[in-house]
């Protein structure tokens, strides 16, 4: 460590990560190897053999799900294949269970066709014992989270033998709201690589995908109300849209897997894609007393945009089911506004003088009551706190933290005022950085701030985001995973027992080969190898 | 650009790449589309309409090379899919061609069984007229690089029908060597990710595929005449392991694509995993007076070192037909070498004194006999010359610099040594940095030191550099590509007509899609869409 890093040095990447070298020599024990970690797991030595063709699933006598639960049903079909990797063989009808191995699961309310939402309960009881493992849940949900728990404890000895070993876990989250953002305007992403990012963030315990589905670059979505908007918005009206067929199969393969699917219309600002089928919608900017023939954000000044806004929020609230729905709110930049004489005449009207906050802020409250007049709890983007702090904040409910600096400050700030926080500031797993970044993302304590029990309840979660500026299907994958596992498991587990990056390092690298096994892309965090490497290109 | 910029601000990356922005909204221009940009193009707007059904490769009447030349056979097969990207009817035999549209091939030598080298020629003259493209080449090699150009003009209109305009060219490398090196002993790549590598090696005119193929991690290479360096070297004997056939299979590819394959057993540093199987082979480093148990570098005081080293090093040069070879020579620690007693000996008896470098040298220099004894042209990394400068240089030929800081200055002093000089110090690719950094990798400048017409003439090329601590099979594509492109063009095209980022940013979009479309999954360079996008997640 004393030698200067000369660039380019390949001995450099040693130094920094010399502790890692030593752990890598390390045996990565396979008990115990939950990701993220459980909140009470233990385990023993005892090990018993899994055989794929005596191996079942099934609801236990008392409990409220039974079969013909969609999700529970759809789930045991999906996780057999995932915990025995490579068998092929097709089980008969007629084969006879001897002594089948069998993973009986109890829930206690039955909600199989309902939708998980902010409430949901996900804490299992599971019980690995000779011959059964146990899975209790209150809810589908639950169940969900501890059969993925239970897949992660199986693995294979050189021969290709299945295993897993006496266990004991009680585990919820620490974090109701555990999501990854996905920007689907500044590149289109086909449909495939949101499902897998689903199967992805089912593995990581993830639960809300929040769809940033349009912005300014293009405007996929295919509304039904309005078809112009991704007619002339998208980058291209077919290929690169979301019909809403499309946006059905991503909810209904997300509930599935247990995970709520957050979209946000994102205005006023970021909406120049929204202007090209909407006309009218947007601020047209003037140079001195004429039109440029440019245009700036949403017009807070035309009563034809609330009047817009209203009707496309109606379509959007009953295509998309969560209770939450996201209305942006960020980065609105004044200039265009200040140029247009319809909207200092607006400002005059309204008594807001020169302060445009008043005008953002005007505009944001409408917003939050037209979601709220149609049963949705608005969640927006941190500037429009920072600006109705010292307006009004009574219609305000969930704020989302993104800017760096002092990210705690805001979350002080914002929780003090009574208002729930989701923090996504130190996740913003799109932007460049070195590759072993992973440690940075997991050693982020997102309650360490000062403030009351109350204050701190209100941190309702965190969020990765993924923006699209040079991300699309090409490199996806391989930066968000396993990078984004660091923040699941700083979401999901008890912080005292997951502050080590040490401790951390040979489960992610083992929890990684994992990710490769069931077709993640997931990238490497250091020099090593997996059995099964990635084999898709 | 005046206000500053928020981390986490979307906003930020528009500031730092305004001008990306402007360009966006240009229209790319499909004429001269060709990457890397020909020494000479010139187009007009006469365009050709091509189908698929009516067109034809053959060969020049007068043409050295005819059918059954293996190189332009197949290539002519593999580019009809590359033109013709969407085609799949099979073409019939009874098919009547009223008016074929031909590219007529001329080859001066035939080479068609032969071997790209570092004398071969890869010029080509490229002439598209109504109903034909002539393309003469001097050999086979220069033949391919005017089929890819040609391949490269053909362009789809939004109805799907296929164009070519009326061009001509002149071309040829401005540098003889422009490589790419893959490590496969951080990180083991299957054998499809170094196959697929070389497809997309090929549409960017590299030619030059440096494999480092063993280190410190592991030793994958399987040896016929030392079976046990992979048998107990590599990360698995028999998953993570390159056979024979798999050697001469990448060969074989690289070939017909006019690629050279260089080998490169670095020594007598990174050599961790050789003692693995070839026990005795390393230093046994001491603490004190005793063995640590730990091992160094290869033992330069051993004879039976440089025994191994003949006998493997024969093994190898039959292997790999190139008239390279990499020597390695990077990064010696000589704490190891100091702590042995018996190489302490062998300095007092060399009359060496203290200083290692000279026993570094006196490695080395054997090395290099051995390998010219083999008629090979030896490569090493600028280390070896960095000691040898003050010794002796007699041997040395190629020097490969890397590291950073002022790397002109090495060039300039190797140079001056009279030795050739690859350069990769700027093109180190596998480190983390933003994603825009193709412009940085663009706006290289290899020849921009003070020397004469002769030094400059000794920089023989340049080499991207794709270590493997944080790279595998599920990020090396879109980490390489179109990141590699930027070289990829400074290292072919003239200086003077690929200067500006502004001009190449349009065309390397348009390339990068054309990628895609080739199943290269090459990543973004900013916001926007390829009429294909990526579908292999």
């Known amino acids: 460590m004393e030698e200067k890093c000369i660039s380019n040095s390949r001995r450099c990447y040693k130094q920094w990560f010399g502790f890692m070298v030593l752990i890598m020599s390390f045996c990565v024990s396979y008990v115990d190897a939950v990701w993220p970690m459980p909140q009470m797991i233990s385990s023993s030595m005892a090990r018993y053999t899994l055989n794929p063709r005596e191996f079942l699933f099934q609801y236990s006598s008392g409990s409220s799900a039974q079969s013909g639960c969609s999700v529970l049903d759809s789930a045991f079909k999906r996780y057999f294949p995932l915990i025995f990797t490579d068998y092929t063989r097709p089980r008969q009808h007629d084969e006879w269970f001897r002594f089948p191995f069998t993973v009986v699961v109890h829930v206690e ?16 009881k599971l019980s690995v014992r000779s011959g ?44 109701q709201f555990r999501g990854i953002l996905l920007d689907t305007s500044r590149h289109y992403l086909p449909l495939h690589a949101i499902l897998k990012t689903l199967d992805a963030m089912s593995y990581n315990k993830f639960n809300v995908f929040h769809w ?45 897997r247990g995970i709520r699917v957050l979209a946000e219309f994102d205005s006023p600002g970021h909406t120049q894609s929204w202007g090209k089928g909407q006309p009218g919608l947007l601020t047209p900017c003037y140079k001195g007393t004429v039109p440029s023939g440019t245009f700036g954000p949403v017009n807070p000044a035309n009563f034809s945009s609330y009047q817009f806004m209203t009707r496309l929020f109606k379509e959007v609230t009953s295509v998309f089911p969560d209770s939450y729905i996201h209305l942006g709110g960020d980065e609105v930049d004044f200039t265009c506004w200040k140029s247009n004489p319809d909207v200092r005449g607006f400002m005059l009207k309204m008594g807001f003088g020169t302060d445009y906050t008043k005008l953002e802020s005007y505009y944001m409250e409408n917003m939050v009551n037209i979601t709220k007049g149609l049963n949705k709890t608005a969640i927006v983007w941190q500037d429009v706190f920072d600006y109705h702090e010292k307006l009004c904040c009574s219609s305000l409910s969930v704020v989302e933290v993104w800017k760096g600096g002092c990210y705690l400050c805001e979350v002080r700030r914002v929780t003090k005022a009574g208002l729930r926080v989701v923090l996504a500031s130190p996740w913003y797993l799109d932007q460049p950085g070195p590759t072993h970044d992973w440690a940075r993302y997991y050693t982020i304590w997102p309650l360490a701030f000062k403030g009351t029990e109350q204050q701190k309840k209100l941190v309702i979660g965190g969020e990765v985001c993924m923006w699209g500026e040079y991300v699309d299907a090409t490199n996806l994958s391989p930066r968000l995973w396993p990078r984004a596992s660091a923040a699941a498991e700083r979401l999901w587990s008890d912080e005292r027992m997951t502050s080590s990056v040490i401790d951390a390092y040979p489960r992610l690298v083992d929890f990684r080969c994992r990710l490769l096994r069931r077709g993640i892309q997931a990238e490497p965090l250091f020099v090593g190898h997996c059995r099964h490497e990635y084999q898709g290109i």
Chains 1, 2 share one sequence.
């Open 132 to 175: 059964q493992a146990a899975l209790r849940a209150e809810t589908v949900w639950g169940a969900l989270r501890g059969l993925e728990s239970f897949s992660q404890l199986v693995y294979q000895d050189d021969f290709g033998e299945y295993f897993v070993n006496e266990t004991e876990i009680e585990d919820f989250p620490r974090f």
């Open 109 to 124: 309310r039955a909600e199989c066709e309902d939708y998980p939402d902010a409430d949901s309960s996900e804490s299992y």
């Open 212 to 256: 940033h589905i349009v912005d300014d670059p293009s405007f996929p979505y295919q509304s039904s109300t309005f078809p112009d908007l991704s007619r002339k918005g998208a980058f291209h009206p077919s290929t690169h849209v979301y019909t809403q067929i499309d946006v059905k199969r991503v909810i209904a393969h997300a509930r599935l």
